[in-house]
């Protein structure tokens, strides 16, 4: 018997990028939005029926379809700082387009409905250091997170110093930046995974978006939620989650709320049926 309740998450996450990408076509006249947030919504969903199907791979096929989509066709080949540089650059310039829509869309105002589902699905930098052997973090986590805002704002200035300095050639420098910045943040986030024995050490302390993803993320729609009269209190799921987070508590100021990257480890590990979404 065909059931249909399972296929209403991947419906509404593809009604929610089609009416964004509709919506930016007819006000701002460019059919590009409407092609680039439909394979994106289109991405998502079908990553979501293979999850529903409990398929292993489900996460990564998202992640490689929008990661790869957004790092080679639209930086390398459409010349498209889509780094937190271009976002600087885009509001420098007054223009509210290409890298502004993304972080509007996809860490500013979207954490509010998804909170750092980016992170977990679509994030080009993760989906390398996923594949890395440290998949359950086993040490205690870093007081590092300061890193993060350094690197934030040191984003900030370097761009801001290109319109300050009235540096020629400003474009051809922000593409530079970006086929480097993404070479120096492949090579910072596969050592510090060794280092600290986890994948995701660079998502927790030095990726700088994460200043934009975590207080938007405290406000998310979408939560892994538990059932405190299913819950055994067997510590399965804190155990899996890639990001620390204290998962058996529905309160949004548990420990390390706003890192959920809505992975669904939990969910799956749980004997008891306790999580969902």
């Known amino acids: 018997m065909f059931k ?7 419906l509404s996450m593809w009604l929610v990028f089609e009416t964004i990408a509709l919506t930016l076509w007819l006000v701002l006249d460019n059919i590009f939005y409407f092609f ?12 979501l029926v293979l999850y529903g199907q409990k398929k292993q791979y489900a996460r990564n096929v998202v992640q490689f379809a929008v990661g790869l989509y957004m790092l ?14 271009g976002f600087w650059y885009y509001l420098f310039l007054g223009v509210f387009e290409s890298a502004t829509i993304h972080y509007a869309v ?3 105002f979207g954490p509010l409905m998804f909170g750092r589902g980016w992170c977990g699905y679509a994030c080009w930098t993760a989906m390398i250091l996923d594949l890395l052997p440290f998949n359950e973090p086993t040490n205690p986590s870093k007081h590092w997170g300061i890193i993060r805002y350094f690197i934030f704002g040191t984003s900030l200035l370097f761009v801001g110093l290109l319109f300050i300095l009235h540096i020629p050639n400003k474009e051809k420098i922000m593409w530079w930046s970006f086929i480097i910045g993404n070479l120096l943040y492949y090579a910072v986030g596969i050592a510090i995974a060794y280092v600290c024995k986890d994948n995701r050490a660079f998502c927790k302390y030095i990726c700088p978006i994460t200043v934009f993803l975590k207080p938007m993320s405290y406000f ?9 009269t299913k819950c055994i209190s067997c510590g399965k799921c804190e155990k899996v989650c890639p990001m620390n987070v204290e998962v058996p508590n529905n309160s949004r100021k548990k420990k390390n709320s706003t890192e959920c990257i809505l992975c669904m480890k939990c969910v799956e590990e749980c004997p008891k049926n306790a999580l969902k979404l």
Do not use: H
């Open 4 to 10: 249909f309740k399972k296929y209403v998450p991947p």
């Open 36 to 47: 680039n947030f439909s394979y994106i919504g289109t991405a998502i969903s079908l990553g």
């Open 72 to 85: 080679i066709y639209l930086g390398v080949l459409c010349n498209e700082n889509m780094q937190i540089e």
């Open 106 to 108: 996809a860490k500013i």
């Open 220 to 228: 998310s729609l979408f939560r892994i939620k538990v059932d405190k």
